[in-house]
C-alpha cells in the first residue's frame, strides 16, 4: 500500500557539529540554538498546476526541539484523554488527533498567530498550537468551567479567538466556507495574512467545498485549504468515496500541493510557501498525506476496516515524533536520555493538568440559557406549566 | 408478472385515495404482483412473533422490502457494512452491492440522487446518518422532493423515496447528535414525516412507508434502538399512516407525543394515576398528515390536552397541534393546552437532563392542567 514508506536516509548537518559539553549543558547550550539547519524532507512534493517548494527545508535546533516538545505532548494529551473517555469522565464525542500532530505543528510553524486556521472537530491539537492549555483541553473535554468554550463546547468546539483559532465544528464540511469567509475578511482589511481551512477526506466530497473553492478562486482570496488526509473518511477508505483520491487535484483551477503530512518540516515548508502563494495569486489546496492511529472517534476501535499490521507499520516507518526525535540525535541536539526526560516531564505536565481540570467545577445550570443570543436580548422562557416559573434569557 | 409503478395515474386512481375533511388519507400499497393492499392494524394472531429491538425490527422491514420489490435499494453513509446503528446488516449480503450500497459523505447529494431514483419508479430509500446532518438535503427535500408532483401536474414523482434518520436525544450525544428536527419538515406539504414510537410499530411503520407512493421521511429514535425490546411479527405487515393510535385509555386529560418521549409520557401517566388523574395517551405516528380526528375526538372527551416533545418548544409541532385543537374544541377545554417540551436553547452538551421534558415537568404540568 501507498501508506508505508522507507524511513528517509537523513543528510549530515551542513554546519560542523558541536564540540562535546556536559549533558545539560548540551541540552541548554542547542535548544535555544537558532543557527540554520537545512534538512530534506523525505519526499518531495507533488504540485498541481504550481511550482512545488524546495525538498531542502531550514530549520534550526531551537524549531527542532519545539517541535519534539510539543509534539510530545500533544501525544501524550491525546492518550490521556483516551483513558478519560474509557473511565468515562469524558462523555459524548472524541476525535483524537494521535498521528496526525505534525500538520498541527508544522503549520504553526509556517505561519503567524495573525492568521486564521478553523478546523472540524478532531480539534485538540490545533487548539494546542494556537496556544491552547492543557487545563483548557481537558477541562473542556470534561464538561467543566474551566475549559476553553467554558464546558458548553466539548471536544467537537475548541476555539481560540486571541491566536486566530476559529474552532472546531461538528457538522463535516460546513467550516470550509466559513474559513472563506475569514479570508475574505483578512482581505478586505488589507491584512498580509492568510486563513487556513482544514477538512478531511472524508468532507473532500461535500457540496460546500466546491462552493467555496469556486468563490475563493472567484474573488482571488487568500485561503488555503488543508485537505488532512489520513485515508479514511470514518471507516470508508479513501478509494471507496471519491473517484479521486488525488485532493490535491481536485481543485482543477486551484492550484495543490500534496505533502507528506507525518514529517513536521515539509508540513512547515509548505505552509510558509502556501502563505506567500495565497497572498499574492488567491487560493491553494495542501493535501497533507497523514494518518491517525486511533478509530475516527473513541467508539470506533480503528480495527474493523484496517489491519493491525498496517496501523503498526505507518507507526514504526512514519511516525512523526520518531522522525524528529532521529533528527535530532542525528544532529547531536539532544541525547536520547534527554529525550526520554522530555517526554517523562511533558507527562507529568498533562498529568498535573488532568487532575486539575478534575478539580474544576460543572458550570452553573444557569449557563444553559446564556449565550443562545446576545446578552440581554430579554427572551422569555417559561416552565412546564407555563403559568408560575418564568425566566428571562440572560 | 405485472408489475405496478409507484404512483402512476393509473395506479393512483385505482388505489383507495380519499382526502377527508380533516386532511388525512388512509393509503393502499401495491404488492409486486399488482393486487392493492388494504393497510391491516395489527397482524393475524396465527403469525409468530419474536422478541427484538428496534435496530433489528428496522433491518427485518428494510429484509422485506427489497424481497419484496426487486426495485428497491438502500443507500447511504456506511449502510454496506451494516449501518452505524446495526439498521442495514446483512442486506448487502443478501441483495448485493448493486442495490445496497455506500455513498460518499454527501447528504445533499444522497437526497438529491435519491429523488432521481424515485422518479424513474423505484424505491430509493435512503438513510442520513444523524437527523442532525439532514439539513444540507434540506432544500432537496422541500424544493424537490414534496414538489416534485405538483409542479409537474402529476407528471412526475418520486414517491418511491423514503427517507430515514437516526433522531432525538440519546443521553451523551451533545449538540450535533441529538436533534429532533422534525418540526421543520411538517411545515412542508407534499412529503410525510413518520415517526413509531417502538419495534413493533417501527416495522410495520416503516414498510408503510417505503410503500407509500408519496416521499416520506421516517426518523427513528436512536435512543430506543438498543433499548426497547418488544414481540415484533416475523411476517410482513403494514400499519396505517396518518392514523394516531390510543395507547393509554383515560378521562381526565389527554396526552399526546411520539417517538422515544411516549416512553417518559406513560411513566407520568402512571404516576398520575396515583394521584387520582386518569390520562389518555396518544401516538400520533405520523405528523403530516396528521390524524386531527382521533385527537379531537378524545379531548371533546377530557376537555384537557397535553403535548410533549423534545425539539424546542419555540415552533415545534406542539404549536401546531395546540393551534388545531383550539379550533376545533375550544369551547369543551376545560385549560389551556399544554406544551412540554425541549427548551429554546441549541440541544447542550452537559445541560441535557435540564434541557430534556422529563417525566416530573410532565406530571407537572398535568397536575396543573387538571387543576387550573
Same mark, same amino acid.
Given at each position: 500500500?501507498?501508506?508505508?514508506?522507507?524511513?528517509?536516509?537523513?543528510?549530515?548537518?551542513? @554546519?560542523?557539529?558541536?564540540?562535546?559539553?556536559?549533558?545539560?549543558?548540551?541540552?541548554?547550550?542547542?535548544?535555544?540554538?537558532?543557527?540554520?539547519?537545512?534538512?530534506?524532507?523525505? %519526499?518531495?512534493?507533488?504540485?498541481?498546476?504550481?511550482?512545488?517548494?524546495?525538498?531542502?527545508?531550514? =530549520?534550526?535546533?531551537?524549531?527542532?526541539?519545539?517541535?519534539?516538545?510539543?509534539?510530545?505532548?500533544?501525544?501524550?494529551?491525546?492518550?490521556?484523554?483516551?483513558?478519560?473517555?474509557?473511565?468515562?469522565?469524558?462523555?459524548?464525542?472524541?476525535? /483524537? $488527533?494521535?498521528?496526525?500532530?505534525?500538520?498541527? %505543528?508544522?503549520?504553526?510553524?509556517?505561519?503567524?498567530?495573525?492568521?486564521? +486556521?478553523?478546523?472540524?472537530?478532531?480539534?485538540?491539537?490545533?487548539?494546542?498550537?494556537?496556544?491552547?492549555?492543557?487545563?483548557?483541553?481537558?477541562?473542556?473535554?470534561?464538561?467543566?468551567?474551566?475549559?476553553?468554550?467554558?464546558?458548553?463546547?466539548?471536544?467537537?468546539?475548541?476555539?481560540?479567538?486571541?491566536?486566530?483559532?476559529?474552532?472546531?465544528?461538528?457538522?463535516?464540511?460546513?467550516?470550509?466556507?466559513?474559513?472563506?469567509?475569514?479570508?475574505?475578511?483578512?482581505?478586505?482589511?488589507?491584512?498580509?495574512?492568510?486563513?487556513?481551512?482544514?477538512?478531511?477526506?472524508?468532507?473532500?466530497?461535500?457540496?460546500?467545498?466546491?462552493?467555496?473553492?469556486?468563490?475563493? *478562486?472567484?474573488?482571488?482570496?487568500?485561503?488555503?485549504?488543508?485537505?488532512?488526509?489520513?485515508?479514511?473518511?470514518?471507516?470508508?477508505?479513501?478509494?471507496?468515496?471519491?473517484?479521486?483520491?488525488?485532493?490535491?487535484?481536485?481543485?482543477?483551477?486551484?492550484?495543490?500541493?500534496?505533502?507528506?503530512?507525518?514529517?513536521?518540516? *515539509?508540513?512547515?515548508?509548505?505552509?510558509?510557501?502556501?502563505?506567500?502563494?495565497?497572498?499574492?495569486?488567491?487560493?491553494?489546496?495542501?493535501?497533507?498525506?497523514?494518518?491517525?492511529?486511533?478509530?475516527?472517534?473513541?467508539?470506533?476501535?480503528?480495527? =474493523?476496516?484496517?489491519?493491525?499490521?498496517?496501523?503498526?507499520?505507518?507507526?514504526?516507518?512514519?511516525?512523526?515524533?520518531?522522525?524528529?526525535?532521529?533528527? !535530532?540525535?542525528?544532529?547531536?541536539?539532544?541525547?536520547?536520555?534527554?529525550?526520554?526526560?522530555?517526554?517523562?516531564?511533558?507527562?507529568?505536565?498533562?498529568?498535573?493538568?488532568?487532575?486539575?481540570?478534575?478539580?474544576?467545577?460543572?458550570?452553573?445550570?444557569?449557563?444553559?440559557?446564556?449565550?443562545?443570543?446576545?446578552?440581554?436580548?430579554?427572551?422569555?422562557?417559561?416552565?412546564?406549566?407555563?403559568?408560575?416559573?418564568?425566566?428571562? /434569557?440572560? | 408478472?405485472?408489475?405496478?409503478?409507484?404512483?402512476?395515474?393509473?395506479?393512483?386512481?385505482?388505489?383507495?385515495?380519499?382526502?377527508?375533511?380533516?386532511?388525512?388519507? @388512509?393509503?393502499?400499497?401495491?404488492?409486486?404482483?399488482?393486487?392493492?393492499?388494504?393497510?391491516?392494524?395489527?397482524?393475524?394472531?396465527?403469525?409468530?412473533?419474536?422478541?427484538?429491538?428496534?435496530?433489528?425490527? %428496522?433491518?427485518?422491514?428494510?429484509?422485506?422490502?427489497?424481497?419484496?420489490?426487486?426495485?428497491?435499494?438502500?443507500?447511504?453513509?456506511?449502510?454496506?457494512?451494516?449501518?452505524?446503528?446495526?439498521?442495514?446488516?446483512?442486506?448487502?449480503?443478501?441483495?448485493?452491492?448493486?442495490?445496497?450500497?455506500?455513498?460518499?459523505?454527501?447528504?445533499?447529494?444522497?437526497?438529491?440522487?435519491?429523488?432521481?431514483?424515485?422518479?424513474?419508479?423505484?424505491?430509493?430509500?435512503?438513510?442520513?446518518?444523524?437527523?442532525?446532518? %439532514? $439539513?444540507?438535503?434540506?432544500?432537496?427535500?422541500?424544493?424537490?422532493?414534496?414538489?416534485?408532483? $405538483?409542479?409537474?401536474?402529476?407528471?412526475?414523482?418520486?414517491?418511491?423515496?423514503?427517507?430515514?434518520?437516526?433522531?432525538?436525544?440519546?443521553?451523551?450525544?451533545?449538540?450535533?447528535?441529538?436533534?429532533?428536527?422534525?418540526?421543520?419538515?411538517?411545515?412542508?406539504?407534499? +412529503?410525510?414525516?413518520?415517526?413509531?414510537?417502538?419495534?413493533?410499530?417501527?416495522?410495520?411503520?416503516?414498510?408503510?412507508?417505503?410503500?407509500?407512493?408519496?416521499?416520506?421521511?421516517?426518523?427513528?429514535?436512536?435512543?430506543?434502538?438498543?433499548?426497547?425490546?418488544?414481540?415484533?411479527?416475523?411476517?410482513?405487515?403494514?400499519?396505517?399512516?396518518?392514523?394516531?393510535?390510543?395507547?393509554?385509555?383515560?378521562?381526565?386529560?389527554?396526552?399526546?407525543?411520539?417517538?422515544?418521549?411516549?416512553?417518559?409520557?406513560?411513566?407520568?401517566?402512571?404516576?398520575?394515576?396515583?394521584?387520582?388523574?386518569?390520562?389518555?395517551?396518544?401516538?400520533?405516528?405520523? !405528523?403530516?398528515?396528521?390524524?386531527?380526528?382521533?385527537?379531537?375526538?378524545?379531548?371533546?372527551?377530557?376537555?384537557?390536552?397535553?403535548?410533549?416533545?423534545?425539539?424546542?418548544? @419555540?415552533?415545534?409541532?406542539?404549536?401546531?397541534?395546540?393551534?388545531? /385543537?383550539?379550533?376545533?374544541?375550544?369551547?369543551?377545554?376545560?385549560?389551556?393546552?399544554?406544551?412540554?417540551?425541549?427548551?429554546?436553547?441549541?440541544?447542550?452538551?452537559?445541560?441535557?437532563?435540564?434541557?430534556?421534558?422529563?417525566?416530573?415537568?410532565?406530571?407537572?404540568? +398535568?397536575?396543573?392542567?387538571?387543576?387550573?
Amino acid at each position: 500500500m501507498a501508506l508505508l514508506r522507507r524511513s528517509p536516509h537523513l543528510l549530515k548537518p551542513l @554546519t560542523p557539529p558541536p564540540p562535546a559539553a556536559s549533558a545539560l549543558s548540551l541540552r541548554h547550550a542547542f535548544s535555544s540554538d537558532t543557527t540554520p539547519i537545512t534538512v530534506e524532507t523525505s %519526499i518531495p512534493f507533488t504540485g498541481h498546476n504550481c511550482e512545488p517548494p524546495s525538498r531542502s527545508v531550514e =530549520t534550526s535546533a531551537k524549531e527542532l526541539m519545539t517541535f519534539f516538545t510539543d509534539m510530545a505532548t500533544m501525544r501524550r494529551m491525546e492518550i490521556a484523554a483516551d483513558s478519560l473517555y474509557k473511565a468515562k469522565l469524558i462523555r459524548g464525542f472524541c476525535h /483524537l $488527533y494521535d498521528g496526525q500532530e505534525a500538520v498541527a %505543528i508544522g503549520m504553526e510553524a509556517g505561519i503567524t498567530r495573525k492568521d486564521c +486556521i478553523i478546523t472540524a472537530y478532531r480539534d485538540h491539537c490545533i487548539y494546542y498550537c494556537r496556544g491552547g492549555t492543557l487545563l483548557g483541553t481537558f477541562a473542556e473535554l470534561m464538561g467543566r468551567k474551566d475549559g476553553c468554550s467554558n464546558g458548553k463546547g466539548g471536544s467537537m468546539h475548541f476555539y481560540k479567538p486571541n491566536n486566530g483559532f476559529y474552532g472546531g465544528h461538528g457538522i463535516v464540511g460546513a467550516q470550509v466556507p466559513l474559513g472563506v469567509g475569514l479570508a475574505f475578511a483578512q482581505k478586505y482589511n488589507k491584512e498580509d495574512h492568510v486563513s487556513f481551512a482544514l477538512y478531511g477526506d472524508g468532507a473532500a466530497n461535500q457540496g460546500q467545498l466546491f462552493e467555496a473553492l469556486n468563490m475563493a *478562486a472567484l474573488w482571488d482570496l487568500p485561503a488555503i485549504f488543508i485537505c488532512e488526509n489520513n485515508h479514511y473518511g470514518m471507516g470508508t477508505a479513501e478509494w471507496r468515496a471519491a473517484k479521486s483520491p488525488s485532493y490535491y487535484k481536485r481543485g482543477d483551477y486551484v492550484p495543490g500541493l500534496k505533502v507528506d503530512g507525518m514529517d513536521a518540516l *515539509a508540513v512547515k515548508q509548505a505552509c510558509m510557501y502556501a502563505k506567500e502563494h495565497a497572498l499574492k495569486n488567491g487560493p491553494l489546496i495542501l493535501e497533507m498525506d497523514t494518518y491517525r492511529y486511533h478509530g475516527h472517534s473513541m467508539s470506533d476501535p480503528g480495527s =474493523t476496516y484496517r489491519t493491525r499490521d498496517e496501523v503498526s507499520g505507518v507507526r514504526q516507518e512514519r511516525d512523526p515524533i520518531e522522525r524528529v526525535r532521529k533528527l !535530532l540525535l542525528a544532529h547531536d541536539i539532544a541525547t536520547e536520555k534527554e529525550l526520554k526526560d522530555i517526554e517523562k516531564e511533558k507527562r507529568k505536565e498533562v498529568d498535573d493538568a488532568i487532575a486539575k481540570a478534575k478539580e474544576s467545577p460543572m458550570p452553573d445550570p444557569s449557563e444553559l440559557y446564556t449565550n443562545v443570543y446576545v446578552k440581554g436580548y430579554g427572551v422569555e422562557a417559561c416552565g412546564a406549566d407555563r403559568k408560575g416559573v418564568k425566566a428571562v /434569557l440572560p | 408478472m405485472l408489475m405496478r409503478r409507484i404512483g402512476r395515474s393509473s395506479g393512483a386512481s385505482r388505489s383507495c385515495f380519499f382526502i377527508s375533511r380533516g386532511g388525512f388519507s @388512509t393509503t393502499t400499497a401495491t404488492s409486486p404482483d399488482g393486487t392493492t393492499l388494504l393497510p391491516t392494524k395489527t397482524s393475524t394472531p396465527s403469525s409468530s412473533t419474536k422478541s427484538i429491538n428496534l435496530f433489528t425490527a %428496522i433491518n427485518q422491514a428494510l429484509h422485506i422490502a427489497l424481497e419484496s420489490d426487486p426495485r428497491s435499494y438502500v443507500f447511504g453513509e456506511d449502510v454496506g457494512f451494516g449501518g452505524v446503528f446495526r439498521c442495514s446488516t446483512g442486506l448487502a449480503d443478501r441483495f448485493g452491492k448493486k442495490r445496497v450500497f455506500n455513498t460518499p459523505l454527501c447528504e445533499q447529494g444522497i437526497v438529491g440522487f435519491g429523488i432521481g431514483l424515485a422518479a424513474m419508479g423505484n424505491r430509493a430509500i435512503a438513510e442520513i446518518q444523524f437527523a442532525d446532518y %439532514i $439539513y444540507p438535503a434540506f432544500d432537496q427535500i422541500v424544493n424537490e422532493a414534496a414538489k416534485f408532483r $405538483y409542479r409537474s401536474g402529476n407528471q412526475f414523482n418520486c414517491g418511491g423515496l423514503t427517507i430515514r434518520a437516526p433522531y432525538g436525544a440519546v443521553g451523551h450525544g451533545g449538540h450535533y447528535h441529538s436533534q429532533s428536527p422534525e418540526a421543520f419538515f411538517c411545515h412542508v406539504p407534499g +412529503i410525510k414525516v413518520v415517526i413509531p414510537r417502538s419495534p413493533r410499530e417501527a416495522k410495520g411503520l416503516l414498510l408503510s412507508c417505503i410503500r407509500d407512493p408519496n416521499p416520506v421521511v421516517f426518523f427513528e429514535p436512536k435512543w430506543l434502538y438498543r433499548l426497547a425490546v418488544e414481540e415484533v411479527p416475523e411476517d410482513d405487515y403494514m400499519l396505517p399512516l396518518s392514523q394516531a393510535e390510543v395507547i393509554r385509555e383515560g378521562s381526565d386529560i389527554t396526552l399526546v407525543g411520539w417517538g422515544a418521549q411516549l416512553a417518559v409520557m406513560e411513566q407520568a401517566c402512571a404516576d398520575a394515576e396515583k394521584d387520582g388523574i386518569s390520562c389518555e395517551l396518544i401516538d400520533l405516528r405520523t !405528523l403530516i398528515p396528521w390524524d386531527k380526528e382521533t385527537v379531537e375526538a378524545s379531548v371533546k372527551k377530557t376537555g384537557r390536552l397535553l403535548i410533549s416533545h423534545e425539539a424546542p418548544v @419555540t415552533g415545534g409541532f406542539a404549536a401546531e397541534i395546540s393551534a388545531s /385543537l383550539v379550533e376545533r374544541c375550544f369551547l369543551r377545554l376545560e385549560a389551556p393546552i399544554a406544551r412540554v417540551c425541549g427548551l429554546d436553547t441549541p440541544f447542550p452538551l452537559v445541560f441535557e437532563p435540564f434541557y430534556m421534558p422529563t417525566k416530573n415537568k410532565i406530571l407537572d404540568a +398535568i397536575k396543573a392542567t387538571v387543576n387550573y
